[in-house]
Structure formats: structure tokens, C-alpha cells
């Protein structure tokens, strides 16, 4: 029997692949966090198609997108709205800024100081906006894709901790392959534009509530009590001093969104059970952005991802 997500995941996985070439494991992250109802933290250099991705994604899933491009003099009202005095009936009304959408990209976040970044908080965790005391609720849709340059840091406003641990996962995007940096090159010579996605005739959902579907069967996917037992050691074994090479390890939030993104990989692979080999297949996206490494082992070009490696292969995987 077809399995409804896996049918779903792949139907856009096409689409995506029309537009976007290579990039498999980014778009297969960003669809395990789409179904698990969880945000991204995107890195990665400019141009490898972050922007393109997620705009195509908004469009093969009919979500409604907005963009914001996060800039030091950004203000929190810019993001989330404000309320704003109509001369006419003498009364306050909200007027609702960007945040309110289905899919959001938030370009850049980390070029905006922290109390613009800080306005997403509480949209990201409790799926509602409150201003001036009133409480504006999200879109049932709502995610969040946040993007970030790793390499000009000039001028930026590192994310703090509490802002990271909101992500579900951090996907590191790098650079596609020769081969299919000279497809790239060749579909823009026979005609292709990035700027033009009307023109590529995309197959869309019947209704963006099919998402909303699956992310209720994700739900019902079962852990059994051995593998939810190993989820909880990998993170406890990121917590000094178990982990010499860290400061600071990943919190029960961390435990939460590790069977979360999970049990959305067993339903993307047509089960409806997790196995440790999907823990082990998301716990450096879940994890990495959730530990901060010591000063000596960043120095010894020590990574989290290493750290996160390490750790499983001293845990014992249960049968």
C-alpha cells in the first residue's frame, strides 16, 4: 500500500527538481521540517538557490509566501505589524506585517539586531503574534525559513541561543557538483529563468490542507520506548562534562525536536514506526546549532557535526 506523505513528499520533491538542480539533502530536510511542523536555519553561500527553493516550494504546496530581508535598521513592527490610528472611525486597527503568512523566508536574519530577530520568538513557538496586549494568531501553515551567510560576518548580530534552539533543524547548504553546476549553466543557455517561475508551469497540491494531513499522520508515527531512551542519551551525552569538547549542550527542547524530525523521517521512508537508523539519519541537522563547541576545539578545527558523530558511535543502538 502507498503511503499518503511519502506520495506527497515525492510529488513536490519533482517539482522542486524543475526548477532546482541538485541540492537532494537540503530539500529533503526542508520537507522532513515542512511535515514535522518545524522551522529551518538555512547556511550557505549566496547563489546556491536558497531563495529559489523556497519560493518554488510555496508554490507547489499553494502557501501563501512572504519575504523579509532582515537589515541592521529593520524594526520589530516591520515584521510583525503594528496598530495604526484610522482618522475616520477614530479607532485603532491592526494593520499585519509580513510575519503573517504561510511560508516565510527571513533572508538574512542574522543582519538584524537582536530585538528584530526576537519578534519572531514567540511566532515560532506559540504560532501567534501579541501586540499592544492583543493576541493575532498564525496561519495553521506557518514555518519559518531563516537564511544566513557564513561568510561576512561584518556587521551581523549572532543569533542567541534561545532564538536557535526555535529551529528544528540547521541545514548547511554548499556548493552543487561540476556535473550539475554545467546543467545549471545549460538550462539558463536553453531558456530557463530563475525569476520567471509562471513560465514553468508547475504541478501544484489540489489544497495546501494536504499538508496540514500529513502532518497529522507524521504524529501518529510510534517510537518505542528503547528508541525514545536512546533519543534522550545522544542529547544528555551533548551536555558537559560529557562532552569535553562543548560548553554548552542541547536542552530537552533538543530531545523533543530530535523524535519530531524523527518520526517525520520514518514517514517520509513509509513507516509508521522510528528505527535508530532515522535518529542517527537527523540528529546532526536536529542537534548542531544546539551546542557551543570550546574555544580550544574550535581552534583544533574540532566541528559539531564530529562531536555529534562521535557521540552516536558510543551509544548503544537498541535492538
Request: aromatic residues 6%.
Amino acid at each position: 500500500m502507498n503511503f499518503p506523505v511519502q506520495e506527497v513528499a515525492d510529488f513536490i520533491r519533482r517539482q522542486l527538481h524543475r526548477v532546482v538542480i541538485g541540492q537532494d539533502a537540503v530539500i529533503d530536510q526542508i520537507l522532513l521540517a515542512l511535515f514535522a511542523e518545524g522551522h529551518v536555519l538555512v547556511e550557505g553561500p549566496p547563489g546556491t538557490a536558497k531563495t529559489l527553493m523556497v519560493k518554488t516550494l510555496a508554490r507547489v504546496i499553494g502557501a501563501d509566501f512572504n519575504r523579509i530581508q532582515f537589515t541592521p535598521d529593520l524594526m520589530p513592527a516591520d515584521v510583525t505589524g503594528t496598530n495604526v490610528y484610522n482618522t475616520a472611525t477614530g479607532v485603532f486597527s491592526f494593520r499585519r506585517g509580513p510575519i503573517f503568512t504561510d511560508l516565510l523566508l527571513a533572508d538574512e536574519i542574522n543582519r538584524t539586531p537582536p530585538k528584530t530577530q526576537s519578534a519572531l520568538l514567540e511566532a515560532m513557538e506559540e504560532r501567534q503574534v501579541t501586540v499592544d496586549g492583543e493576541t493575532h494568531p498564525m496561519s495553521p501553515l506557518f514555518l519559518v525559513v531563516a537564511t544566513q551567510n557564513p561568510i561576512e560576518y561584518e556587521g551581523t548580530y549572532p543569533l542567541p541561543e534561545a532564538q536557535l534552539d526555535r529551529f528544528l533543524l540547521k541545514i548547511v547548504v554548499d556548493y552543487p557538483s561540476a556535473e550539475e553546476e554545467v546543467r545549471i549553466v545549460s538550462s539558463w543557455d536553453t531558456g530557463f529563468n530563475a525569476r520567471r517561475l509562471d513560465a514553468m508551469s508547475l504541478e501544484c497540491l489540489s489544497d495546501a490542507s494536504v499538508i496540514l494531513q500529513c502532518r497529522a499522520t507524521v504524529r501518529e508515527v510510534t517510537t518505542e520506548a528503547g528508541v525514545q531512551r536512546y533519543i534522550v542519551d545522544i542529547v544528555r551525552r551533548t551536555r558537559p562534562p560529557a562532552a569535553p569538547n562543548l560548553v554548552w549542550g542541547a536542552s530537552p527542547r533538543a530531545a523533543v525536536a530530535l523524535l519530531l524530525a524523527a518520526k517525520a523521517h520514518a514517514a517520509l521512508d513509509g513507516r509508521l514506526f522510528v528505527t535508530p537508523d532515522d535518529v542517527k539519519a537527523v540528529a546532526g541537522p536536529v542537534l548542531r546549532h544546539r551546542m557551543i563547541l570550546r574555544s580550544e576545539a574550535e581552534i583544533d578545527g574540532v566541528t559539531p557535526d564530529e562531536v555529534i558523530t562521535d557521540i552516536i558511535r558510543h551509544i548503544a543502538v537498541p535492538r
